[in-house]
T-cell receptor
Framework: DGGITQSPKYLFRKEGQNVTLSCEQN?????MYWYRQDPGQGLRLIYY???????QKGDIAEGYSVSREKKESFPLTVTSAQKNPTAFYLC???????????FGPGTRLTVL | AQKVTQAQTEISVVEKEDVTLDCVYE???????LFWYKQPPSGELVFLIR??????QNEISGRYSWNFQKSTSSFNFTITASQVVDSAVYFC????????????FGQGTTLQVKP
């Protein structure tokens, strides 16, 4: 089955710890994205990558880092510098920049 | 600046009623794309439709229909004969003019369909 997987579904971390969220796709898509969703709000773009070994900051990149070493994978690290990391994180991918984005199931991160 | 506004925060209807979700957007671009996504309680965003700014034809897909009007910068979504399974948060989104693919989302409308 083609699709986007994110793991884990729920993640709990202590304040001050870095944590990495996984995103994998087998759709052969070039572009991948990370969004953050807070309760009652729309999604905001954290980082995006249009090609392997290249990525750009979105609107709220501070406190986050990414890598794109493989086409299929785009992990997101939430660092201790992120002031308010508790949120729902969604990964998406698309064939190319302006094509339809398809989303993974999301990871709900709670920092205690 | 580009912006998407979904003025209806929450809508509650009884099953079989028709319901329209409003979406108003702002952009200076002449070429853009508009999207609707559904977010059920499980959290995953499900793609519903993508509309090119040059194509103002209304679209119907089963019980779903979309009305795109450039003159009023609106892209409204109607569900006919709503069902309990339609209960979800619905997001309208606008793509940027650049090829980054960045989506600008509205705040979302929570639709509750009661049996």
């Amino acid at each position: 089955d083609g699709g986007i997987t994110q793991s884990p579904k729920y993640l709990f971390r202590k304040e001050g710890q870095n944590v990495t969220l996984s995103c994998e796709q087998n759709l052969n898509h070039d572009a991948m994205y990370w969004y953050r969703q807070d309760p009652g709000q729309g999604l905001r773009l954290i980082y995006y990558s249009q090609i392997v070994n290249d990525f750009q900051k979105g609107d709220i990149a501070e406190g986050y880092s990414v890598s794109r070493e493989k086409k299929e994978s785009f992990p997101l690290t939430v660092t201790s510098a992120q002031k308010n990391p508790t949120a729902f994180y969604l990964c998406a991918s698309s064939m190319a920049g302006r094509d339809t984005q398809y989303f993974g199931p999301g990871t709900r991160l709670t920092v205690l | 600046a580009q912006k998407v506004t979904q003025a209806q925060t929450e809508i509650s209807v009884v099953e079989k009623e028709d319901v329209t979700l409003d979406c108003v957007y702002e952009t200076r671009d002449t070429t853009y794309y508009l999207f609707w996504y559904k977010q059920p309680p499980s959290g995953e965003l499900v793609f519903l439709i993508r509309r090119n700014s040059f194509d103002e034809q209304n679209e119907i897909s089963g019980r779903y229909s979309w009305n795109f009007q450039k003159s009023t910068s609106s892209f409204n979504f109607t569900i006919t004969a709503s069902q309990v399974v339609d209960s979800a948060v619905y997001f309208c989104a606008l793509s940027e003019a650049s090829n980054t693919g960045k989506l600008i989302f509205g705040q979302g409308t929570t639709l509750q369909v009661k049996p």
